[in-house]
């Protein structure tokens, strides 16, 4: 089994503690980072993350029309996952921007999804990178894992998830497009149908 992850972007885990460094020193700090030694954090290596657009989705687009956005790491203390941090990065590759540092239950799911895909036979057989992917539109995000031989690409949507997919649930590709398609489809109709002439 391999599961790799893209290599750190420049300057990117240096942004992140400077920004938790930040965070934490906050009167009024987030409860995640409280009662925490934010020089004790360890952050995993980062995965890049890829955005889905609805219109393109609607339209019959796939997976080629992920744009990737930045990469994310996972922060985590000794008792777990508790936090993920998002860096973007310039037309060169190094990190520029701390874009977000979030807590909530995908934190935690992404730390147990790959926990519980490093056990999948199909996962095992094969070697993949680790990325993120997330439809904002819909509130959907998953692993993506792409395979490194040009084999089959796998799916695991992170819980929560829309009635329409399963969470912590191996999807083939088409499999995923066909579920979250029509609530793209939805989406994109009921955008146009509000859009100002």
């Given at each position: 089994m391999s599961l790799r992850f893209a290599p750190e972007p420049p300057g990117g885990s240096t942004i992140v503690r400077g920004g938790l460094g930040r965070l934490a020193a906050r009167p009024q700090r987030p409860a995640a980072l409280k009662a925490l030694d934010v020089h004790a954090l360890?952050?995993?290596?980062?995965?890049?993350?890829?955005?889905?657009?609805?219109?393109?989705?609607?339209?019959?687009?796939?997976?080629?029309?992920?744009?990737?956005t930045g990469f994310r790491y996972i922060v985590s203390a000794e008792g777990g996952a508790v936090a993920a941090a998002e860096v973007h990065t310039d037309n060169k590759g190094a990190a520029t921007l701390l874009a977000n540092v979030n807590y909530g239950p995908f934190v935690e799911a992404t730390a147990r999804g790959l926990g519980q895909l490093a056990t999948q036979d199909q996962v095992r057989a094969g070697?993949?990178?680790?990325?993120?992917?997330?439809?904002?539109?819909?509130?959907?995000?998953?692993?993506?894992?792409?395979?490194?031989?040009?084999?089959?690409?796998?799916?695991y949507p992170l819980a929560p998830v829309p009635e329409e997919l399963q969470g912590e649930r191996v999807y083939s590709v088409s499999d995923f497009l066909n579920a979250i398609r029509p609530i793209a489809q939805t989406r994109t109709a009921s955008e146009g149908s509000n859009a100002v002439p």
């Open positions: 360890t952050l995993s290596a980062p995965h890049a993350v890829y955005d889905l657009r609805a219109d393109e989705i609607s339209r019959g687009g796939g997976l080629e029309t992920a744009h990737r070697a993949f990178e680790v990325r993120l992917l997330r439809f904002s539109a819909i509130a959907v995000m998953a692993l993506w894992l792409k395979s490194d031989s040009g084999g089959a690409d796998l799916i």
